[in-house]
């Protein structure tokens, strides 16, 4: 039985990217992005693109944080306590660092979204295409952390109680224990997208529904009193999900580098519209 399938003398500190690996350097199309002639759409600066605005959330984010820090007290007078202002403040930093999950994952792939396959039971190789299973893991802890995000905010703006930590309590413990089958899998473009295990995504579901709500009930009388009207409370979060379902159902099914480029802009923008919103609550 042949147990040993490497060679002994490669270097295992070897990476992906082109020598000597500036951050510049991607690596070449892979195999199946040249072979469906879709390797025009992952040119290097096409990646950088990608690349660029994948980190660039962190800018808006830390600028919310500290608009929240700076405005604490008056924050406090409207929701009723410390630890609520400090779950709003958290909400924003917990979701765009969840996103290095993500991150993690196009960084490994040379930031190009391909086929995926999985190397469990293929014979996989990174210049063809995606790892199926990198994949799934990402998933889970990118909308583990997005979850708690989510949870967080939600908390910050209904408060404490025994509804609110039961809801929290059973939340965290689905989404932690939960089984990782079956999936939530389906299809688009003949490919399969959004490899979640079902109880994390009726978790993250529920929440996003919360979060919602949350942000009408924080928003809805400084917009009204700014004469703006109520229902734009709701643009962050669904700029935020409009950027999630570009990215992990387009993106991820047409191979096309700038639906994923165009994903995180959507994401950029629901951060910039949070800024604006808080700024009219004091």
Known sequence: METEKYDKNSNPSLGYYPEPGWEWQKPEPKTYLVEHDLAKYARAWILNLVEFVHWLPFVPTFILSFIIF?????????????????????????????????????EYEGWQVVFFQNPLDTDFKIK??????????????LFFLQGAGLLAFSLGVFGINKITLA????????AFIGPQNPKATF???????????VSMSIVFIVNAVVNFFAYFHLFDTALATANLP????????????????????????????????????????????QIYFFGLLW
């Open 167 to 174: 809801f929290a309590a059973i939340s965290a413990i689905i």
């Open 70 to 106: 700076q405005h604490s007290s008056n924050l406090h007078l409207l929701l009723g306590s410390d630890i609520q202002v400090f779950l709003v403040l958290l909400s924003p930093l917990v979701q765009t660092f969840g996103g290095l999950m993500g991150i993690t994952m196009h």
């Open 230 to 273: 109520i229902v734009l409370a709701g643009i962050a979060p669904a700029l935020l999900m409009l950027g999630g379902v570009i990215e992990g159902v387009i993106a991820e099914s047409t191979f096309n580098q700038w639906w994923h480029f165009i994903a995180v802009i959507f994401l950029n923008l629901g951060m910039i519209v």
């Open 187 to 197: 299809y688009v473009n003949e490919q399969p997208v959004f490899p979640l295990s």
């Open 128 to 141: 063809d295409c995606n790892n199926e299973w990198l994949r799934e893991v990402a998933y889970k802890l």
